[in-house]
């Protein structure tokens, strides 16, 4: 559990725009990701690559930074790879995978680098977006395919495009059903490789209320976080993921019965009525963590 | 030492950001520095000095580089200054 | 010498009054025999004409002389012709010598300049200079130390006599036949006419302009018969899209969203947000983009303002409709919508800038402020504030109701980015203090929020509300490691201005540039 953080809100922020760089961190996201892929003009490639080098180097963050480098069969990849990790990200984020191999390839590369850089082995993660039906296929594979994997996500539009379909509205229960298999698949194999699961970016910036149920839909599916590109979604997005005082009070008692059944030996145990099992227990605790790490619960005594 | 082969320029004149103009000059030359800033008085100097030193950095000893910056920090500075050298030694990363 | 805020303060400054140094925000009283100033008693009987052909006549008819003292109001904004009109209209009979003071100076005022170097104008008393004015005033010696005093101060000075209008020339967007005059009807509308209340009560002679003359009497109001000597109509006295602006939209830059978010949080759990709270809130993006978080939270926990005072903005009037504030007192309507709200709402009340700010009264609307949200230029460790002077030294702001507004509130907060490009708006020193630091209660920028240690009460409540709190040490040291510290600025000797405190008494100089 050592390696889970928080990952409600992943911010990106274009890696040739300097604006964007120094002042993504202070909207309060979880997780912020430097892109030099998709944000990045061919011709600024190198451009960005410097910035992004320089920040890191440079620039002191009050949270965990990621950077998309382009997929290691385009002409920047390794590049990317070769520039920016003497910079110390905390984790590469790769678009587009599609195998385990090109996870273990990384993985070989990031190695080498944190020996040559004196960085602690392993300090340095990966996270990989899947947007195609084959990516999809092997999620699993990639999840589990080097222990510096610490996220899988789904890229929305680049997947719906991929079914030669479009990323739709869809309506407040399923979302846009061309994802609906895909997202689950995603938690899926997620869930069995022991890592988090990342939803995509909502891209519309005035239809908040879709956003919302969009964030609720994930939430439901099982994801731990979602991807945003306005630092204005960002608290709508972590209100759906962060526990209610309802929640936490609920979790609160769960795990109170459960101590105290443990004490008195009791075989069932029940709460307001309903049996609570292991899984209950399981859940109540995770909602007291998360709630603690997002500052909305102070953690007393493990129980 | 690195000689270079053609002008570049790197960056933009976007807010946060600073426009490197690179041209090779004959030796000798040194490094010459204009910078158009809207807080010449307070960073002037210190700008100046950070891009002549990265210019050096990098094993230039000539070069005339005009600079307009935008409220640049430092290590935008830095990089831009880079990326100009790269491509004007004909260095693209692509 | 050195005053109660730090700063360095000579023991007199030629063409300026004695010197009486800062000695803290309420140290300096009116001395026990001190009376309120008054006009000169005049009489007009019936049958008297008040209306004149022209501004000339005006001019001739009031008696202005060399070496007088005149002023104008600012609640026309950017759009005002007036000032620059008469003041044409007076160098051209060739007087000279005079004091300009109007209540502010803004970026039409440039025409200004040539007066200044001919001699028409040989002193300028004001609350803010803007634009070539501002650095015209910043980088020339005219005739005396240019005075920058509070809306508060201002008024008190006109009360207690130090400052005497011999002439004050008033826009009047609709004034009748007798004198009458109000601001909320006519072409020019503009709203509250709370400065120009201040000059028909005190200057000796008052003449009224206006492009929009009608029948006696008028209704409403604001400024009545009794003060006016003289009018004159003329086509036009200033340009609507001047005087207000179009609805306010709120800001979409996140930096400046997100201040206005963690100011109203800092509202939210400062302490005072009960029902029946006081508030201001400055004219400046993030702030107004607080007033919108702060709404969400008082609709949220049914907690309505009993007041809002300060230059009023449209998401005001929304929130007086909505039953949110209970009334507005309003010294200065920034737009349309204002204007529109002064006219018809009841409950949306004009008022006197002295009922407003002035410290030397039996009590303005500030003393009453629980919070007041207000931007700056730059803040400094002691939690001085400049809205005065920019990063080169140059006169380019103004004092405005800032440093009443935050010596009456209960918590001042004070909002600002913490760079602006790669200038830490955060130092070790401002370069002129317009506020003093022991009337600034916390300083909230995009990358933390510092509170005054002498706030223990505020510090305490604001623990655990999910605030990027810090020591404005080091926020400080955030901006200078993010932007580098910046190389002091070349100032001479020589000093252009003074900046007195709400109590007329000198909190800082301002010298002129070495550019």
Known sequence: MNKERLRRTVMYAAGNNPGLIQNAAIYGADSVIFDVEDSVSVAEKDSARQLVYHAL????????????????????????????????????????????????????????????????????????????????????EIASASPRMIAI??????????????????????GGRELYVAR???????????????????????????????????????????????????????????????EIDYAHRVLNVFKEALAN???????DGKMIDMPMVIRAERVLAIASAAGVYQKEESI | MAKLLTAAQAGTVESSDILIMLAPAQAGTGIQVELVSPTLQQYGEHIKNLIVKTVASQGIQDAIIHANEKGALDYTIEARVKTAIQRALGERGF | MINAAGREIPTSIQGYKNIIPYAGPFATQPSADARKAGPKLKAI??????????????????????????????????GDYVMNAVIKAIAQKGIKGLTLAPSSFLDTNDELIPYFQQGVLVGAQTSGLRNKLGQFL???????????????????AIESGELKIDVAFIAAPACDTYGNINGVDGPAACGSMGY??????????????????????????????????????VDCIGDPKGISTGALRLTSNPRDLQIAKLA?????????????????????????????????????????????IGGIVGPFCDLLDEGLIRTLFDVQSFDARTIQSIRDNPRHQEYDCTFYANPWNKGPMVNKLDYVVLGATEVDVNFNVNVMTDSNGIMMGALGGHPDASAGAKCTIIVAPLLRGRLPMVTDAVQTISTPGETVDVIVTDRGVAVNPKRADLIENLKGAGLPLMTIEQLRDMAYELGGKPAPLKISDEIVAVVEYRDGTVLDVIKRPLL
């Open chain 1, 57 to 140: 180097k440079s620039l002191k963050f009050p949270c965990e930074i990621g950077v998309r480098i382009n997929h290691i069969s385009t002409p920047w990849g390794y590049k990317d790879l070769e520039y920016l990790l003497p910079a110390k990200p905390d984790y590469i984020r790769l678009p587009k995978g599609e195998s385990g191999d090109e996870i273990r390839d990384i993985d070989k590369i990031i190695t080498k680098a944190e020996e040559e850089c004196g960085f602690e082995p392993g300090s340095i993660k990966i996270m990989v977006s899947i947007e195609s039906p084959k990516g999809l296929r092997n999620a699993y």
């Open chain 1, 265 to 271: 030996n009791s075989g069932v145990i029940a709460l």
């Open chain 3, 45 to 78: 009987y019936p049958g008297t004409n008040k209306l004149l052909q022209s501004i000339e006549e005006a001019i001739e008819a009031s008696g202005l002389r060399d070496g007088m003292t005149i002023s104008f109001h600012h609640a026309f904004r950017n």
């Open chain 1, 184 to 246: 689950s698949m995603i938690v899926f194999a997620a869930r069995e490789a022991g890592i988090q699961a990342i939803d995509s970016v909502f891209s519309d910036m005035r239809d908040e209320e879709t956003l919302i149920n969009e964030v609720a839909l994930v939430k439901e599916l099982g994801f731990d976080g979602k991807s945003c590109v306005n630092p204005r979604q960002i608290d709508i997005i972590h209100q759906v993921f962060t526990p209610s005082d309802k």
């Open chain 3, 196 to 233: 120009a209340m201040v000059d028909a009560r005190m200057a000796d002679t008052v003449v009224a302009i206006t492009d929009n003359l009608v029948d006696h009497p008028i209704c409403p109001v604001s400024i009545p018969q009794h003060q006016v000597d003289f009018i004159v109509k």
């Open chain 3, 138 to 156: 910043t980088t020339n010696k005219i005739g005396t130390p240019t005075i920058l005093r509070t809306h508060g101060g201002r008024v008190r």
């Open chain 1, 153 to 174: 996500a789904i890229g929305g539009e680049d997947f719906a495009a991929s079914l030669k379909t479009e990323k739709t509205r869809g309506n407040t229960i399923t």
């Open chain 3, 264 to 308: 109203a949080k800092v509202i939210e759990r400062g302490g005072y947000f009960k029902e029946g709270f006081g508030m201001q809130l400055g004219a400046g993006a993030a702030s107004v983009a607080a007033g919108k978080y702060l709404r969400d939270v008082m609709i949220r926990d049914k907690v309505a303002a009993s007041f809002a």
